[in-house]
Structure formats: C-alpha cells, structure tokens
C-alpha cells in the first residue's frame, strides 16, 4: 500500500489537528494520491471502492482550499442517499473541528425542507446532498452557487443507477464554469465516462483498485459492546480462549496507550506499540512479544506493518478499521503456517453497517456471537486442565503420586474424589460466582481465582476512578453501605484514573459483588468484578 504521513501534504495545522484526533496516523492509499492532486484544483476522476477512505481524499483538500471569512456555499457534494450524505457530513464536520466558522450541512428527501431552508440562511460553507433534494432547493433558490469553486460527484456509479443522471446534470448546469469538478466511482460504466467527458477539463485520473485478500483459515466473529464495556469484554475472551499471543487492534495511539495501561493494572502481560514510540523502544516491545514475556500486543495499523510472527493465535479489533483493506492485513496476522486463527471485532450501532462492507469485500462470514459468561470462563478452564491431566495420565509415569494418593485417602476421611476436586479448584481458581456487569445477562458470572489480594482478601475492580472526581471514602461508603459489611473490614483501596482497585475479605467477596451490581457511586452507574492476579 503506497501511503504517506498527513503532516507530509502541507496542511493547515487545524486539519491536522481534526486529523490526528479522529485517529488517522498515516493517509490511505486513495487519499495519498487523491489529496495532492485535489489541493491543486484540477478536475479528478476517482476510481475507488467504499471502505477507502475517499471521503478524506475530497474533503480534506476541499477545507484546505475552503475561505472560512466567506459565509456562501463554495462546495458541493452529490451522494446517492440520505445515509451516505449524513456519514460524510459527519467525517467533514470532524475534520474541521478546529476550523472557525466553517459550517457543513446535510440535506436529503424525508427531513422537512422549511428545516433545511432556515439552516441554509445561515450561511453554511459546504452542502451534503442528495440530488432530488438539491435540485428542489436549486429551483427555490435556497441553494446558491455562484460562489462555489468545487463539486463532488461521490459514488458516481450509485447515483446513476438510481436513475439520478438528469438530476446530476441539470444541477452541474447550474454550478459556475470556472469550478473543480471531482467524481468518485467504484467503476467507470460507459454514462460516467460521457459526464466526465461533458462536465470536467483535463481530468487526472487516479485508481485504487484493491487486491483480492482471503481470510479462509481464520474465525472471525463479532460481538455487540458498549464503548464502556469495550476492556471487560476483551479481557472475558482473552480468559474463555486464553489464546497463546494476541494482537489487539487500536485507531488511535492515545486508546493504545489507555487500554496497555488498563490491561497491565488487571494482571495481563500487555504492552503497546504505536507510531510515536522510538525505534529502541519499539524493538524492545517486539522482543518481549516474540519470546513470550508479553501475552499481549497492542498496537496501531501503521505500527503493526510488517510484523512477521508466527503464534498469534487470535487478534482483536478493539476499533473497527478505517479500512477494509486494513481488516484483511490485521486478521492475517494470526492463522499463519496453515494454523487455524481467531479474530474478534468489536462492534456498536452503525459499525455492523461498515462490518458487512468488510464481508462484502473479504468474501467471508463474520459470525455474531454472544460474549461469555464468567461460568463460561471457568469451565473453559477446567476443560483445558482436564485435557493437560489427560496427557500426563498418558504420557507419565504416575506410580509415586498414586501411593502418596493412597496413603493420603488411607489416613483421612477424604475420597480421592475430594482431593481430586480440591486440585481442579486450585487450578481454575474456583467456580464462586457474583453478579454480571449490566448489558451482559443475568446469568453471567464472575470467578474468584489469583485477584492479587493479600492472603485470606479478594481484590475487586471497578470502573470508576479519580477522574470522575471520587474520592476513597466514597468507595468506601458504597461497599459498606451497599454490602452491609462493616467499614473497617474493607481493606486497600487503590484509586487510578478511571478505575479503582478494593479488597474486601475473601468471604464477603461474592455478597460485595452481587450487591454492588447495580448500585451508583456519586450518581453513576458502576461495574464490578475480580481483578485479575497482579
């Protein structure tokens, strides 16, 4: 993928800056070679499926050239239905956040027009439209485009197989002469070519075509999370599948940095990699994860390229990419050398939408799939240590362990069957079980094993921390009052940024949990569950 650094095109700081905050590290193929071009003001065609990026690729050029003191339209952008039109509005309105005065406004069929009229009097830089509905405020003249320099014709292709082409034409009729005309299509039927012929000069054509990438010894599953509960459910799949190296997938360095920090203060062997860190550090990081002392990567597109590991055995998409293209790099990560894989892809609302583009363009099936249940976790558990014991009864010989066994059950009241579930438990760490974070099902269950805690404590985590301005008396009250254990049983209370850490007495463990399921701490609504062994 040819791609180059934002900050090398020459920016305005402001754009960089929306750039940088919507979690782009580097331009995407179509936008390395789109944006140039764009900036200079000539005409462009486009060729490039969805899941791209070609929304940056026009729009940052677009702002870039944009009078923000100039309170008329001066760009125009054609999409073929209301969805498209709000998703690009939205991308630009991000872009230009830190732009003054640059004002960008959807309008489509279904929304009441008087609405968009009284919106447009306010003077707004650069319209998102569908074009029946540009073309009815075109007749109104409550659009006016005597002062636009630019249009896009986005998913060119789409539009005319709607049976826009009359529309898309009458409106070009009414753009000045002297403007930059940009189309954007995945293919280039024979009407596209006679409208670029018509209505643009000295086109420069510019084509991203994407390789055909399989993914097919890779499970891939998604999972429907809240943002909030993005970390507790990673951390249930990490302990259900207790995958043997993982690499977690991040847009942006700051949820890099966060979530390695996060994963590290439970217990996990975490650490992150993004494009900020030095070279040494880098190297550092790499090692530690190719010999085993890290279980954990987590890491950025950019900084995850030409990673060349064989045992990941399950990767995660913690965000949902940019790019569909990116998704196939990032799952063939694991599945390598003929090994079978696992990846996961986190989810909320909208993103399916873009989950099915990446379907599409993978050829491939991402299953849903319910998150597990702690009570899941811990059989998972015991069925691993159950297969362990079944090759060292194969594989071992065992003649000492059964006389001690035996002598062990002659001199006690306990049948090997005891002492055999006495074993399993210290493995797994037992199968106690409290109350589940709300949004996951009743039924699901938390395990009490290694929390870390002094001996004879439990040590809980909850979601909450300084930053939402509590202090450790507040935690302590609600455990307390929640529980109705005494105060001065409550042991440490270590308070973090976003999360807190409390240990309670091992035998009040399982009452703290369920009573606090759905208790609030300063109004706010709160999970907690074990922590993991420091």
């Not at 003191?69 to 509005?89: C, F, G, M, W």
């Not at 609405?115 to 569908?130: D, E, F, M, P, W």
């Amino acid at each position: 993928m040819e791609t180059m650094k934002f900050e090398e095109l020459g920016l305005l700081p402001e754009i960089l800056r929306g750039i940088e905050e919507m979690g782009f590290e580097e331009a995407t193929p179509i936008q390395s070679q789109a944006i140039p071009v764009v900036m200079s003001g000539s005409d462009v065609i486009g060729q490039a499926q969805t899941g791209t990026g070609k929304t940056a690729a026009f729009g940052i050029p677009m702002l870039q050239n944009m009078d923000s003191e100039l309170k008329k339209t001066q760009a125009l952008i054609l999409s073929p239905t209301r969805e498209l039109a709000i998703q690009v509005a939205e991308e630009l309105r991000n872009l230009s956040k830190y732009m003054h005065g640059v004002k960008i406004l959807p309008v489509y069929g279904g929304q009441d027009i008087s609405k968009q009229i009284r919106s447009l009097k306010g003077g707004i830089q650069v319209i998102v439209g569908t074009p029946g509905r540009v073309m009815d405020h075109l007749r109104r003249k409550t659009i006016r485009c005597e002062d636009v320099r630019m249009i896009v014709l986005d998913e060119a292709d789409e539009m005319l197989n709607m049976g826009f082409r009359e529309d898309i034409e009458t409106i070009l009729e009414y753009i000045p002469e002297e403007r930059q005309t940009v189309l954007f299509s995945a293919t280039m039927p024979k009407p596209i070519l006679e409208i670029t012929r018509k209505y643009q000069k000295d086109a420069v054509t510019i084509k991203v075509v994407k390789k055909e990438l399989t993914v097919s010894n890779i499970e891939q599953y998604y999972y429907d999370v809240k943002r909030k509960d993005k970390t507790e459910v990673l951390t249930r799949l990490l302990d259900y599948y207790n995958p043997k190296g993982s690499i977690v997938f991040c847009n942006t360095k700051r949820m890099v940095d966060e979530l390695s920090h996060e994963l590290t203060m439970r217990g996990y062997f975490a650490e992150g990699l993004h494009g900020d860190m030095k070279q040494a550090q880098r190297d550092r990081v790499m090692a530690n994860f190719r010999t085993g002392k890290t279980d954990i990567l987590i890491a950025t597109d950019v900084a995850a390229r030409g990673l060349d590991i064989d045992y990941v055995e399950a990767v995660f998409n913690y965000d949902i990419p940019q790019d569909d293209e990116y998704y196939v790099h990032r799952i063939g990560r694991t599945g390598r050398a003929g090994r079978a894989g696992k990846a996961f892809s986190f989810v909320r609302g909208k993103e399916v939408y873009k989950l099915k583009d990446i379907m599409r363009y993978c050829k491939t099936k991402i299953f849903a799939q319910p998150v597990p249940s702690s009570q899941d976790v811990a059989q998972m558990r015991a069925e691993k240590v159950m297969d362990k014991i079944e090759t060292i009864i194969e594989e071992e010989n065992l003649q000492k362990m059964i006389n001690f066994i035996e002598k062990q059950i002659n001199e006690s009241d306990y049948t090997a069957m005891d002492i055999a579930a006495a074993f399993l438990k210290q493995a797994i760490g037992g199968l106690e079980t409290a109350a589940a974070p709300e949004g996951y099902g009743a039924d699901s269950r938390f395990s009490f094993g290694d929390t870390g805690a002094e001996s004879g404590m439990v040590r809980l985590f909850i979601n909450i921390g300084k930053k939402q301005k509590v202090k450790p008396g507040d935690i302590l009250g609600a455990v307390a009052g929640e529980s109705g254990i005494s105060g001065d049983l409550v042991g440490a209370i270590d308070m973090y940024d976003k999360f807190t850490f409390v240990e309670v007495p091992l035998e009040y463990g399982k009452k703290v949990l369920q009573s606090m399921s759905h208790a609030k701490i300063k109004g706010k609504e709160i999970n907690i569950e074990p922590a993991n062994g420091r």
